[in-house]
C-alpha cells in the first residue's frame, strides 16, 4: 500500500498585534520533531487547518487515515465544564474546540486517533473526562512534571498495567521512564478510557486507551483511540534509558492499514 496519510491537529499562535511577524494574524503550526517522528516511521503528516469558504472538518478528514493531536498550550478548563483558577490557566478554547470535533469525527468514522500530551488530555475531555488545571496546586502529592529550564530533559518513571496494550507493544516491564512536559493532567477518566500506566510516585495517569468493554485486543479495537502523557516524538537514539516511543506509533499505525485494507 501507498504510504498513510495523517491529519495533524495544528498548534495555534491566535492573532497579536505584538508578534514582530504576521502581526494580528492567526498562526496555525506543526512542531517539526512530530513531523519527522511520524516521517521516519513511514506515514506521512498533514497539518488539517481550521475549516473556512464552507468546508467541512468531515471534508478534511476525508482526505486522511488517522488523527494525531499533538503537544501545546493548556486545555481550558471551560472545556470540561470547569473556571480557571488563575488566568493563566484559560487554555486555548478556540482549539480544544477544534480538536474535540476532529477526535469525536474520527471515532464516528472508525479513523484511529493518537493523543500526545496535549493531546491525550483533548481525548479525554472529548469523551467527558476532566483534568487538573495544575497538578502541583490542586494535589501537592504530585512531584514536578514540568520544569522549564530542562524541559524534555526531566524524565520520571511510570508503571504499566500488565495487561495493557503498551506492555504488549513495548515488551516493557512493570516500570519504565518517560520525559514529562505538563502541568496539567488527567483527573477523571473520559467514558470508555482505561488507563494503562501511571506516574509511580504520585499516580497521574501517563498512558490510556480506549476500550468501552474492557480487555479488546488492539488490533481489534474500533474504533483505535490512545494516548501517552509523555513525548515520545522528542526522543533521541541516544535516550536508551526512556521507554521507546516508536512501538506506540508502530501500533496505530497498523490500525490505519488495517482500515485502508478494509476500505
Known sequence: MSRPRIGVAPCFFHADPQRPIFKGKTLLYLEESLSHWLQRAGALPYMLPTPAGGVSADELLAGVDGLVLQG????????YGEEPLRPEWCGDAVRDRYEIGLVRACMAADKPVLGVCRG??????ALGGTLWQDLVTQNPACRTHRDWEVYDGLNHDVRIDPGSWLRAWTGAGETARVNSVHHQGVRALGEGLVAEAVSMEDGIVEAVRYDPGGG???????????????????????????LDGRPVLAAFLRAVDARRARA
Open 216 to 242: 479488546a485486543e488492539p488490533d481489534a479495537a474500533a474504533p483505535f483511540a490512545y494516548g501517552v502523557q509523555w513525548h515520545p516524538e522528542f526522543q533521541r537514539e541516544a535516550d536508551g534509558a526512556l
Open 120 to 125: 491525550m488530555q483533548v481525548l479525554n475531555v
Open 72 to 79: 501545546g498550550s493548556d486545555v481550558c478548563p471551560g472545556s
